[in-house]
C-alpha cells in the first residue's frame, strides 16, 4: 500500500497519513505519523534596466520577477518593490545605480531576492547651427560663427560645460564670383561631458561688388555733331580690369545737347544701356559736355573788274564774292558789307584790298555762339574789251569734234599782253528712243509682225532722213500655245546703227486675246402641250487641236426660250365725281432685275360701265430660263391723272396680319412664274389665293384682270391680285 498526507500546497506542515499501507496476516502493523513542511519558494525581483537623455527627467522604474512554480503569475503578489536612484534631471552622463528593497512587497507562498538594476544617462543633442553670412565679391571671407540649440536644465554655452569651437569652412574665396555658398559646419574641437551634436550647415551669399561707371568730361565747338561719348570705371577687385573682369556691354551715354544747342555745358547723362556682369553691379556718374564757340570765318572772295567799271558788291555770303566757313546748328548770314576803293568806275588799273570788318548780320544764329574772323580780299581792276571767239559747228553739224577760235577781240589791258590758246566743241550723240509698238493676236495663232516707234529725232528728221540704218531686234515668248493675257515684246537695238543718234529701247506688249468659241444651241422639237426638252449646244473655233474635254473651257451655256404673256390690269376710280381712267396710264416692272417690262400702257374704259372703270393691257416677252421656269416679281404702277403711295405700316403679330387683304392692298405686286406648278411657287413654298382679292380669275387663257381700288385721286390703291393662270398648253403662270 501507499503512504498519504494531508491535502495542501501552501507553505505550512501537513501530516502524513498511513494511507493504504498494511502488513501481511503474519504481522501487526503499528504506524507513526509525521509532519510534511512547505517552505517559501524565493522569487528573484529584479529593478529593471533604464535609459535616458541627459536633461530629461528619470523614467518611471519598474521591476520584473522571476522564480515562479505552478504556473503563478505576478497576481499572487501585493503590493510593491521599492525602486530608487540617486540620479536626477541635472544627473551627468553616466551609469547610476537602481536600488530595489521589499517595499510592500509580500506573497503567501514565495520569499524575495533582489537584483539591482542601472539607470544610464545617455548625451543630449546639441545642434549645432553655421550662421549665414554675407560679403562683397572681391573681399576676404567674414568670420564664421554658429548658433547653439537644445541645451537643457537652463543651460547656455557658457553654462554647459561644451568647450571648443566647431569647424566652419566654405570653399569661397576672394575670387569666387557672386552667388550663395555653402559654409559646412563641423564638430571641430568641440567637447562636452553631456552633449553629442549635430551640425547644421549655412549659406555665404557673395553680393555683387559695385563698378562706379563715370561719364568721361568731353568737349565740341557750337555746330559740330556730339563726339563719342566714353567712360571710365572704377571698382574693380581682384586685380582685374574691364577687359578680365567679364563686364559686358556699354553703358548708355546720352545728353539733351545737339548740334543747334548754344555753348554752354550740359550734363552727360550715364545710365545701365547693355551693361551687364555676374559679379558686378552698377552705379552712374555722369559727366559734362563743354560746348565752345565756333571760330567764324568771314573771307572776302579775290574778283576782278574791267577798267571803267562799277563793281558792285552783293550783300551774300556765301556769293561770288563773300564765302563762309565755320556756320553750325543752322545758322544763316542774312548779309554782309563789303567795301573797296577799288570798285568805283573811276578806279586806276591795279589791285585794291576788299575790307570784311564793317559788319555781317545774322539769318538765324546769335554772335555768342562764334569767335570771329575776318579775311579780306583783292579786288583786281585789270582788263577791258572782249575775246573774239567762233566756231564753224552749227546746230546740224555732225557728231564730232570742232575748233573753238579765240582771238584778241576788244580786248586790253594796261599792264598785260595776250596769248591765245584755242579751244574745242564736243559734239556727242543725240538719244533716240525706241519703242516697241504693242500688239495684239487670238490666243492659238501666229505671233503678228513686230514694228517699232521712234522719237528723238532733231533739226526735223525722220527715221527716213536721219541716216539710221538697220533694225531693232524685236522678240517675246509668246508662242500659238501660250495662254491669253500679256507679254512683254522686248525690244533691243539688234542692227540699229547711226552715227549721230544713241538708242534707248522700251518694250511693248503683246496681249494674247481670247479665240472667239461659237455655241450654237441645237434645233429640236416636241409636241404640244408637252414639256420642253433639255436643250443642248455645239462649239466650234477650237484651236491648238483642242476639244471640249481639252480646251479648259467649264460650265455649261444658257439655253432659254421665251412665252409671250398678257399683263392686264383694272383700274377704278370709285371716288365721287371722279374723273375718266382713260387718262391714266400703267408701268409693269420687273422687281427681281429692276427692269421696266412695258410703261405707259393706256387704260381703256370698259364697255358698258362709267368711265371710271378701265383696263390696260399689254403684250410682253419673257424668258422661260435655262431649264423651262424663270421668276418675275412684277410691280403694276398706275401714272398720268392717279398717284401710286407706298404704304408704310408695317405688318405682323401685334399688327396689321401680313397675310390680310388691308396689308396686302397696300403693296400691289402681282409675280409670274414661268412656268410654275399650280398652287405652287417655286422656291416659295405654297401659294394660297385671297379668297376677298378684287378681279377676275381667268382661266384658259394667259391674260387676266386685276383690280386695284381707289378711294380717292393721290391715296393708296386697295386691293392686291395673286393669280394662277391655266395656258392652254398645260403650263402655269402665276
Given at each position: 500500500?501507499?503512504?498519504?498526507?494531508?491535502?495542501?500546497?501552501?507553505?505550512?506542515?501537513?501530516?502524513?497519513?498511513?494511507?493504504?499501507?498494511?502488513?501481511?496476516?503474519?504481522?501487526?502493523?503499528?504506524?507513526?505519523?509525521?509532519?510534511?513542511?512547505?517552505?517559501?519558494?524565493?522569487?528573484?525581483?529584479?529593478?529593471?534596466?533604464?535609459?535616458?537623455?541627459?536633461?530629461?527627467?528619470?523614467?518611471?522604474?519598474?521591476?520584473?520577477?522571476?522564480?515562479?512554480?505552478?504556473?503563478?503569475?505576478?497576481?499572487?503578489?501585493?503590493?510593491?518593490?521599492?525602486?530608487?536612484?540617486?540620479?536626477?534631471?541635472?544627473?551627468?552622463?553616466?551609469?547610476?545605480?537602481?536600488?530595489?528593497?521589499?517595499?510592500?512587497?509580500?506573497?503567501?507562498?514565495?520569499?524575495?531576492?533582489?537584483?539591482?538594476?542601472?539607470?544610464?544617462?545617455?548625451?543630449?543633442?546639441?545642434?549645432?547651427?553655421?550662421?549665414?553670412?554675407?560679403?562683397?565679391?572681391?573681399?576676404?571671407?567674414?568670420t564664421f560663427t554658429a548658433s547653439y540649440t537644445g541645451f537643457v536644465?537652463?543651460?547656455?554655452?557658457?553654462?554647459?560645460?561644451?568647450?571648443?569651437?566647431?569647424?566652419?569652412?566654405?570653399?569661397?574665396?576672394?575670387?569666387?564670383?557672386?552667388?550663395?555658398?555653402?559654409?559646412?559646419?563641423?564638430?571641430?574641437?568641440?567637447?562636452?561631458?553631456?552633449?553629442?551634436?549635430?551640425?547644421?550647415?549655412?549659406?555665404?551669399?557673395?553680393?555683387?561688388?559695385?563698378?562706379?561707371?563715370?561719364?568721361?568730361?568731353?568737349?565740341?565747338?557750337?555746330?559740330?555733331?556730339?563726339?563719342?561719348?566714353?567712360?571710365?570705371?572704377?571698382?574693380?577687385?581682384?586685380?582685374?580690369?574691364?577687359?578680365?573682369?567679364?563686364?559686358?556691354?556699354?553703358?548708355?551715354?546720352?545728353?539733351?545737347?545737339?548740334?543747334?544747342?548754344?555753348?554752354?555745358?550740359?550734363?552727360?547723362?550715364?545710365?545701365?544701356?547693355?551693361?551687364?556682369?555676374?559679379?558686378?553691379?552698377?552705379?552712374?556718374?555722369?559727366?559734362?559736355?563743354?560746348?565752345?564757340?565756333?571760330?567764324?570765318?568771314?573771307?572776302?572772295?579775290?574778283?576782278?573788274?574791267?577798267?571803267?567799271?562799277?563793281?558792285?558788291?552783293?550783300?551774300?555770303?556765301?556769293?561770288?564774292?563773300?564765302?563762309?566757313?565755320?556756320?553750325?546748328?543752322?545758322?544763316?548770314?542774312?548779309?554782309?558789307?563789303?567795301?573797296?576803293?577799288?570798285?568805283?568806275?573811276?578806279?586806276?588799273?591795279?589791285?585794291?584790298?576788299?575790307?570784311?570788318?564793317?559788319?555781317?548780320?545774322?539769318?538765324?544764329?546769335?554772335?555768342?555762339?562764334?569767335?570771329?574772323?575776318?579775311?579780306?580780299?583783292?579786288?583786281?581792276?585789270?582788263?577791258?574789251?572782249?575775246?573774239?571767239?567762233?566756231?564753224?559747228?552749227?546746230?546740224?553739224?555732225?557728231?564730232?569734234?570742232?575748233?573753238?577760235?579765240?582771238?584778241?577781240?576788244?580786248?586790253?589791258?594796261?599792264?598785260?599782253?595776250?596769248?591765245?590758246?584755242?579751244?574745242?566743241?564736243?559734239?556727242?550723240?543725240?538719244?533716240?528712243?525706241?519703242?516697241?509698238?504693242?500688239?495684239?493676236?487670238?490666243?492659238?495663232?501666229?505671233?503678228?509682225?513686230?514694228?517699232?516707234?521712234?522719237?528723238?529725232?532733231?533739226?526735223?528728221?525722220?527715221?527716213?532722213?536721219?541716216?539710221?540704218?538697220?533694225?531693232?531686234?524685236?522678240?517675246?515668248?509668246?508662242?500659238?500655245?501660250?495662254?491669253?493675257?500679256?507679254?512683254?515684246?522686248?525690244?533691243?537695238?539688234?542692227?540699229?546703227?547711226?552715227?549721230?543718234?544713241?538708242?534707248?529701247?522700251?518694250?511693248?506688249?503683246?496681249?494674247?486675246?481670247?479665240?472667239?468659241?461659237?455655241?450654237?444651241?441645237?434645233?429640236?422639237?416636241?409636241?404640244?402641250?408637252?414639256?420642253?426638252?433639255?436643250?443642248?449646244a455645239s462649239y466650234s473655233g477650237f484651236v491648238n487641236g483642242q476639244?471640249?474635254?481639252?480646251?479648259?473651257?467649264?460650265?455649261?451655256?444658257?439655253?432659254?426660250?421665251?412665252?409671250?404673256?398678257?399683263?392686264?390690269?383694272?383700274?377704278?376710280?370709285?371716288?365721287?365725281?371722279?374723273?375718266?381712267?382713260?387718262?391714266?396710264?400703267?408701268?409693269?416692272?420687273?422687281?427681281?432685275?429692276?427692269?421696266?417690262?412695258?410703261?405707259?400702257?393706256?387704260?381703256?374704259?370698259?364697255?358698258?360701265?362709267?368711265?371710271?372703270?378701265?383696263?390696260?393691257?399689254?403684250?410682253?416677252?419673257?424668258?422661260?430660263?435655262?431649264?423651262?421656269?424663270?421668276?418675275?416679281?412684277?410691280?403694276?404702277?398706275?401714272?398720268?391723272?392717279?398717284?401710286?403711295?407706298?404704304?408704310?405700316?408695317?405688318?405682323?403679330?401685334?399688327?396689321?396680319?401680313?397675310?390680310?387683304?388691308?396689308?396686302?392692298?397696300?403693296?400691289?405686286?402681282?409675280?409670274?412664274?414661268?412656268?410654275?406648278?399650280?398652287?405652287?411657287?417655286?422656291?416659295?413654298?405654297?401659294?394660297?389665293?385671297?379668297?376677298?382679292?378684287?378681279?377676275?380669275?381667268?382661266?384658259?387663257?394667259?391674260?387676266?384682270?386685276?383690280?386695284?381700288?381707289?378711294?380717292?385721286?393721290?391715296?393708296?390703291?386697295?386691293?392686291?391680285?395673286?393669280?394662277?393662270?391655266?395656258?392652254?398648253?398645260?403650263?402655269?403662270?402665276?
Amino acid at each position: 500500500g501507499n503512504l498519504t498526507r494531508q491535502a495542501g500546497e501552501d507553505v505550512g506542515s501537513y501530516a502524513i497519513q498511513q494511507g493504504t499501507l498494511a502488513l501481511n496476516s503474519n504481522y501487526n502493523l503499528t504506524f507513526i505519523g509525521s509532519n510534511l513542511t512547505i517552505t517559501p519558494r524565493t522569487l528573484t525581483v529584479t529593478a529593471d534596466n533604464k535609459v535616458k537623455t541627459y536633461g530629461d527627467p528619470n523614467p518611471a522604474l519598474t521591476a520584473s520577477y522571476s522564480g515562479f512554480v505552478n504556473g503563478d503569475t505576478d497576481t499572487v503578489l501585493s503590493g510593491a518593490p521599492a525602486l530608487s536612484t540617486a540620479a536626477t534631471a541635472t544627473s551627468g552622463v553616466g551609469s547610476y545605480p537602481i536600488t530595489v528593497g521589499a517595499g510592500t512587497l509580500s506573497a503567501a507562498n514565495y520569499s524575495f531576492a533582489f537584483v539591482n538594476g542601472a539607470l544610464t544617462i545617455n548625451k543630449a543633442m546639441l545642434t549645432v547651427t553655421a550662421d549665414d553670412k554675407s560679403k562683397v565679391y572681391g573681399s576676404a571671407n567674414p568670420t564664421f560663427t554658429a548658433s547653439y540649440t537644445g541645451f537643457v536644465n537652463g543651460q547656455t554655452l557658457a553654462t554647459s560645460g561644451v568647450t571648443g569651437t566647431p569647424a566652419l569652412t566654405t570653399t569661397v574665396t576672394a575670387s569666387s564670383p557672386a552667388g550663395t555658398y555653402a559654409i559646412t559646419a563641423a564638430a571641430g574641437g568641440l567637447v562636452s561631458p553631456n552633449y553629442s551634436f549635430a551640425v547644421v550647415n549655412g549659406t555665404l551669399t557673395v553680393n555683387k561688388a559695385v563698378l562706379t561707371v563715370t561719364a568721361a568730361n568731353t568737349s565740341r565747338i557750337y555746330g559740330a555733331a556730339n563726339p563719342t561719348f566714353t567712360a571710365s570705371y572704377s571698382g574693380f577687385v581682384n586685380g582685374q580690369s574691364l577687359a578680365t573682369s567679364g563686364v559686358t556691354g556699354t553703358p548708355a551715354l546720352t545728353t539733351t545737347a545737339n548740334a543747334s544747342s548754344p555753348v554752354g555745358t550740359y550734363p552727360i547723362t550715364a545710365a545701365l544701356g547693355t551693361l551687364s556682369s555676374a559679379n558686378y553691379s552698377f552705379t552712374f556718374v555722369n559727366g559734362t559736355l563743354t560746348i565752345n564757340k565756333a571760330t567764324l570765318t568771314i573771307t572776302a572772295n579775290n574778283v576782278s573788274k574791267t577798267y571803267g567799271n562799277t563793281y558792285t558788291f552783293s550783300t551774300a555770303c556765301a556769293s561770288v564774292d563773300c564765302s563762309v566757313t565755320g556756320l553750325g546748328g543752322g545758322d544763316t548770314i542774312a548779309s554782309v558789307t563789303l567795301t573797296s576803293t577799288g570798285a568805283p568806275a573811276g578806279a586806276l588799273v591795279g589791285s585794291y584790298p576788299i575790307i570784311t570788318g564793317t559788319g555781317f548780320t545774322f539769318g538765324s544764329g546769335s554772335l555768342s555762339n562764334y569767335n570771329v574772323v575776318y579775311v579780306n580780299g583783292v579786288l583786281d581792276t585789270v582788263l577791258s574789251g572782249a575775246p573774239a571767239l567762233s566756231t564753224a559747228a552749227t546746230a546740224t553739224s555732225g557728231v564730232g569734234s570742232y575748233p573753238i577760235t579765240v582771238g584778241a577781240g576788244t580786248l586790253s589791258a594796261a599792264n598785260y599782253s595776250f596769248a591765245f590758246v584755242n579751244g574745242a566743241l564736243t559734239i556727242n550723240k543725240a538719244m533716240l528712243t525706241v519703242t516697241a509698238d504693242d500688239k495684239s493676236k487670238d490666243y492659238g495663232s501666229a505671233n503678228p509682225t513686230f514694228t517699232a516707234s521712234y522719237t528723238g529725232f532733231v533739226n526735223g528728221q525722220t527715221l527716213a532722213t536721219s541716216g539710221v540704218t538697220g533694225t531693232p531686234a524685236l522678240t517675246t515668248t509668246v508662242t500659238a500655245s501660250s495662254p491669253a493675257g500679256t507679254y512683254a515684246i522686248t525690244a533691243a537695238a539688234g542692227g540699229l546703227v547711226s552715227p549721230n543718234y544713241s538708242f534707248a529701247v522700251v518694250n511693248g506688249t503683246l496681249t494674247v486675246n481670247k479665240a472667239v468659241l461659237t455655241v450654237t444651241a441645237a434645233n429640236t422639237s416636241r409636241i404640244y402641250g408637252a414639256a420642253n426638252p433639255t436643250f443642248t449646244a455645239s462649239y466650234s473655233g477650237f484651236v491648238n487641236g483642242q476639244s471640249l474635254a481639252t480646251s479648259g473651257v467649264t460650265g455649261t451655256p444658257a439655253l432659254t426660250t421665251t412665252a409671250q404673256v398678257t399683263l392686264s390690269a383694272s383700274v377704278q376710280d370709285p371716288s365721287v365725281g371722279g374723273g375718266t381712267v382713260s387718262a391714266a396710264t400703267v408701268t409693269f416692272t420687273d422687281l427681281l432685275t429692276g427692269k421696266v417690262l412695258a410703261s405707259g400702257v393706256k387704260v381703256s374704259p370698259v364697255a358698258n360701265t362709267s368711265s371710271h372703270t378701265g383696263t390696260a393691257n399689254t403684250i410682253v416677252t419673257l424668258s422661260t430660263g435655262q431649264y423651262g421656269a424663270q421668276e418675275y416679281l412684277i410691280e403694276v404702277t398706275l401714272n398720268g391723272s392717279y398717284k401710286n403711295e407706298q404704304q408704310t405700316t408695317a405688318c405682323g403679330p401685334t399688327l396689321l396680319p401680313c397675310d390680310s387683304p388691308a396689308y396686302q392692298a397696300a403693296h400691289p405686286v402681282v409675280t409670274v412664274m414661268i412656268p410654275a406648278t399650280k398652287y405652287t411657287m417655286q422656291g416659295s413654298g405654297a401659294l394660297t389665293p385671297l379668297s376677298e382679292a378684287a378681279g377676275v380669275y381667268g382661266l384658259g387663257t394667259a391674260s387676266y384682270t386685276a383690280g386695284f381700288n381707289y378711294t380717292s385721286k393721290g391715296t393708296n390703291t386697295q386691293g392686291k391680285m395673286e393669280l394662277i393662270i391655266v395656258q392652254t398648253d398645260g403650263t402655269y403662270y402665276q
